[in-house]
């Protein structure tokens, strides 16, 4: 019988942001608008703090992973939500909503504790200038990316294991453009109150322990540049604002959606397109608009690539190659 429950759904039909078919086209071609942004600027950043030796420091060492991850975080779900959009009927094999489920707390934990590595760099800038350089070298630069992924993994390990296992032999409707944890467990055949509770128990203590970790760090870093002069802290100042920012866009919807798990299903789905397409778009913005340094390194990387004759030659060489 636990064999036959199990093979009865071989698929989940995602509802979608919205059933109205006028509606359709024009989220589709907002979205796919969007997640183009949210390729070229990211990579964009990953190009530009690889290209020029100037932003071969910490800070941007740990920024341009960011933007990986946030590639990554717009990537497991956004293009098949954009491509549903064109179709009448939205469906998802069930191996493939167990990787869309694998993927989001996989990326979404990483990039949780991604920001707690960032929020380090700057206190050991800030409060321990003089030992910045030594405390902050290669090693502890790969180990402060490494430790994201492995924390992602095991989340999403332990979230994956209370689904694998579930019977599903009902119904199969998902209320979002992708297969959310919560959303899914509810539609099993059995009691999954205990489950949704360790679910949620789950993603919550990831999500506050990292977000306090973050208040923490932050508010001394904010009571040291206090105490120094003006001159001195306002790049500083400048740069935690906009770290600041990017933890506030990030955490707000995330504690929202696990540690109030009561809310509808459409403030949840507001929220779920607000982390995996609006935030990984806001972060390159947020990043590049106040920091000086990198506003400089893309007008060189933009005069290198488009200096003339150098479109012409790329033009050349394409023809050459077609003849």
């Known amino acids: 019988m636990n064999e036959t429950n199990h093979s009865q759904v071989t698929e989940f039909v995602l509802l979608g942001l919205s059933s109205s078919k006028e509606l359709q086209p024009f989220l589709f071609l907002i979205f796919s608008l969007l997640?183009?942004?949210?390729?070229?600027?990211?990579?964009?950043?990953?190009?530009?703090?690889?290209?020029?030796?100037?932003?071969?420091?910490?800070?941007?060492?740990?920024?341009?992973?960011?933007?990986?991850?946030?590639?990554?975080v717009a990537s497991f779900a956004t293009p098949k939500m954009i491509a549903d959009l064109l179709v009448e009927h939205k469906t998802i094999s069930f191996e493939a909503c167990l990787v869309q489920i694998f993927c989001v707390h996989l990326f979404a934990g990483g990039e949780m504790v991604m920001l707690v590595s960032m929020a380090y760099d700057r206190y050991v800038a800030i409060c321990k200038p003089l030992?910045?350089?030594?405390?902050?070298?290669?090693?502890?630069?790969?180990?402060?990316?490494?430790?994201?992924?492995?924390?992602?993994?095991?989340?999403?390990?332990?979230?994956?294991?209370?689904?694998?296992?579930?019977?599903?032999?009902?119904?199969?409707?998902?209320?979002?453009?992708?297969?959310d944890l919560p959303l899914v467990t509810k539609l099993a055949c059995t009691d999954t109150y205990v489950i949704s509770l360790l679910i949620v128990a789950?993603?919550?203590?990831?999500?506050?322990?990292?977000?306090?970790?973050?208040v923490v760090s932050y508010t001394v870093i904010l009571f040291t540049v206090r105490k120094r002069s003006s001159?001195?802290?306002?790049?500083?100042?400048?740069t935690l604002t906009a770290h600041i920012t990017v933890v506030t866009l990030f955490f707000g919807p995330c504690i929202f959606i696990y540690v109030w798990p009561f809310s509808s299903y459409s403030v949840d789905k507001i929220l779920a397109v607000f982390y995996t397409v609006f935030t990984p778009i806001l972060n390159p913005v947020i990043y590049t608009l106040r920091n000086k340094e990198m506003k400089a390194a893309m007008s060189k990387l933009k005069s290198k690539l488009l200096k003339p004759g150098q479109v012409s030659v790329l033009i050349r060489n394409v023809l050459s190659l077609e003849t």
């Open 231 to 238: 001159a001195s802290m306002a790049k500083a100042r400048s």
């Open 202 to 214: 789950d993603s919550g203590f990831l999500s506050l322990s990292s977000f306090v970790l973050l």
């Open 35 to 72: 997640y183009l942004a949210i390729l070229l600027g990211n990579f964009l950043i990953i190009l530009t703090v690889n290209s020029d030796p100037r932003l071969h420091t910490p800070m941007y060492f740990l920024l341009a992973n960011l933007s990986f991850i946030d590639v990554c």
């Open 131 to 179: 030992h910045y350089m030594t405390i902050m070298n290669h090693r502890v630069c790969i180990i402060l990316v490494i430790i994201p992924w492995c924390v992602g993994f095991i989340h999403t390990t332990s979230q994956l294991a209370f689904t694998v296992n579930l019977p599903f032999c009902g119904p199969n409707q998902v209320d979002s453009f992708f297969c």
